[in-house]
């Protein structure tokens, strides 16, 4: 039996299987499996020197459709040996779905000199309740895990509010593959859950109101450590501009790795 995927390889493009398929439409892929692929495809993109993300921005201006090739491009602005910056263009035909630009930093221990210690060794996520306390919509769902949009089956996503119930945050897990046979990569782990920063701390969800985040943009100290990822922040609305803004501290069992903030476009359904 075949290993459940996000994506399915077509010659140079990816068709993204119901794995994909977003809350918003049911024709339109989910912002995070999107992210996803373009951090698998971030790794083929070679450095001079070790280099790792240091920032990820992306651009979401047309939704991404399911059962359609989607092409990734990629082309490096600045190389160097100590920093590059790449951009990524994610194409269906010869139409731009989506834009990205990566910083990349050189890494190098510098564990061995005298450097300022951070201002905070918080570790965002003790203070939700832990994963295994908690269950997520394949659980709650009455009629079973088949009859959630299709990204809900590709990951294990937990809400979870924190320890002394003023905020709440989100576990998250990638389960499934994102290019089918191939292992998860280090930067899908990465970027997928910089999508889940979108509405954070928000418990109130208005059936009349779609809030769609049209863009991300993150900063990143390490890759994750850990499969289960935990994301804790805020959000705030400006219902006079119609917007909002999401920051969010991604964080797992050795603390902050990423923060990440996303915008939101309110509008009635």
């Not at 892929?29 to 495809?41: F, K, Y």
């Not at 921005?57 to 602005?77: C, K, Q």
């Not at 994750?224 to 994301?231: E, K, R």
């Amino acid at each position: 039996m075949e290993e459940p995927a996000l994506y399915l390889p077509d010659g140079d493009a990816f068709v993204g299987t119901n794995l994909i398929q977003g809350g918003w439409n049911p024709d339109e892929a989910n912002g995070a499996a999107v992210l996803a692929l373009l951090g698998h495809c971030l790794e083929d993109v070679p450095t001079l020197v070790p280099m790792t993300v240091s920032r990820f921005t992306a651009d979401l201006v047309r939704p991404v459709p399911l059962g359609r090739p989607l092409r990734v491009t990629t082309s490096i602005r600045r190389e160097g040996k100590k920093i590059q910056v790449v951009e990524l263009q994610l194409l269906v035909g010869e139409v731009e779905h989506v834009r990205a630009t990566v910083l990349r930093l050189r890494d190098a221990d510098l564990t061995g000199g005298r450097l300022p210690a951070s201002t905070t060794d918080a570790r965002p996520a003790d203070a939700l309740v832990p994963v295994e306390a908690v269950s997520g919509p394949r659980e709650a769902h009455p009629d079973g895990p088949g009859y959630l949009p299709g990204f809900l089956q590709g990951i294990d996503l937990r809400r979870a509010p924190t320890v002394d119930g003023t905020s709440f945050g989100s576990w998250v897990r990638l389960e499934a593959s994102v290019v089918a046979g191939e292992p998860i990569r280090s930067t899908s782990r990465l970027t997928v859950g910089f999508d889940f920063a979108n509405l954070i701390g928000v418990n109130d969800h208005v059936p009349t109101v779609t809030m769609i985040n049209p863009d991300v943009t993150a900063h990143v100290l390490r890759a994750p450590v850990d499969d289960w990822i935990a994301v804790t922040g805020d959000t705030r609305f400006n219902p006079a501009m119609g917007r909002g803004v999401s920051s969010a501290a991604l964080s797992d069992s050795q603390g902050v790795f990423a923060t990440a903030s996303v915008s939101q476009l309110l509008q009635y359904r």
